[in-house]
């Protein structure tokens, strides 16, 4: 019989939940608007509920043997524990694979989402065959997965890669203030909050990402500077990145990659301005190939890897 991996990514906006095998194929998923609760028994019973349906949709084909879960925080993956989740702040603290496992009946494993992404591109996407690889996650926040021979760095306590909380507006006191309580923070200028709520002014109404990418591309020069400058800020906080790192290649994912070269083109220019010389050389910038299926697929190799050790 099939083993199969149930892979939830748990976002700010969206939770999606896939039942998938262990060579990728995803056989069935789900899509619904996150839970806006400020309860952890409920996110968690909705993550339950979108599991049993896929359990139920794939009887035929395999049994369940574990489901992996990408969330919007900072993890401690040995304890299971959500550290801290600014987008789902009643998860602050959540032992969520023991949540998950009395729930389910079945192996759990937790990974932040971006680093979830970062793995799938590198297993089946955009960075695959590559040892030493950054992905960013432009949407509701700005996340960042940083791998290096063929490991995810997580840091001491699961914060590394927060690229989003990396200072570009350093010394600016009108800046904007960000939730982690710093000013001018990358995720207060790139978000895709930030740059849907930027045009609100002009249009009458907040537009949608994909609204924002065609107005650039039929050449509406407000949406096309704002593109431009969220592709600068990402590469001014990508610099130090590739100068200590030296990775062979930058995905850039998210709602905002969309964009393609209207964000990508102005991000390595301010990369090649303010990186080591030489770095920005050997780091391809592309956009992430497997969309919104990455941070799943992510989890999924993840899980494979574990329930195997």
């Known amino acids: 019989m099939k083993k199969i991996v149930l892979a939830c990514d748990l976002g700010g906006t969206n939770l999606r939940m896939a039942a998938i095998d262990r060579q990728g194929n995803i056989l069935y998923r789900t899509k619904r608007d996150t839970p806006k609760s400020d309860r952890a028994d409920e996110i968690v019973r909705t993550i339950v509920e979108e599991a049993n349906e896929c359990r139920e949709a794939i009887k035929p084909e395999g049994k369940v043997e574990a489901i992996a879960a990408a969330v919007p925080a900072t993890v401690s993956v040995e304890r299971g524990i959500l550290m801290k989740s600014p987008n789902v702040p009643c998860l602050d603290g959540f032992r969520m694979v023991a949540a998950l496992e009395n729930e389910l009946n079945i192996k759990a494993v937790i990974e932040n989402d971006a680093n979830a992404a970062a793995v799938g591109e590198n297993w089946l996407g955009a960075s695959k065959g590559c040892r030493n690889s950054i992905m960013v996650t432009l949407g509701t926040g700005v996340g960042g997965g940083i791998i290096i021979n063929d490991m995810v760095l997580r840091g ?5 890669g927060e690229i989003g909380h990396v200072v570009v507006e350093q010394g600016d006191r009108f800046a904007a203030v960000c939730r982690c309580g710093h000013r001018g923070c990358l995720e207060t200028v790139v978000s895709a909050r930030t740059v849907t709520t930027m045009l609100a002014p002009l249009l009458g109404a907040p537009p949608t990402v994909a609204e924002v990418v065609a107005r650039a591309r039929d050449g509406y020069a407000p949406a096309s500077r704002i593109l431009a400058d969220t592709g600068h800020h990402v590469g001014v906080a990508l610099a130090g990145l590739c100068t200590m790192l030296t990775p062979r290649r930058i995905v850039v994912g998210g709602e905002l990659a969309q964009a393609g070269e209207l964000l990508l083109e102005p991000l390595h220019a301010a990369l090649a301005a303010a990186a080591l010389p030489g770095t ?30």
Request: proline fraction near 3%.
């Open 280 to 309: 920005t050389r050997t780091a391809e910038v592309v956009v992430a190939e497997l969309a919104e299926h990455a941070p799943v697929l992510g989890a999924l190799a993840l899980a494979l890897d574990r329930c195997s050790a």
């Open 156 to 160: 001491i306590d699961g914060t590394a």
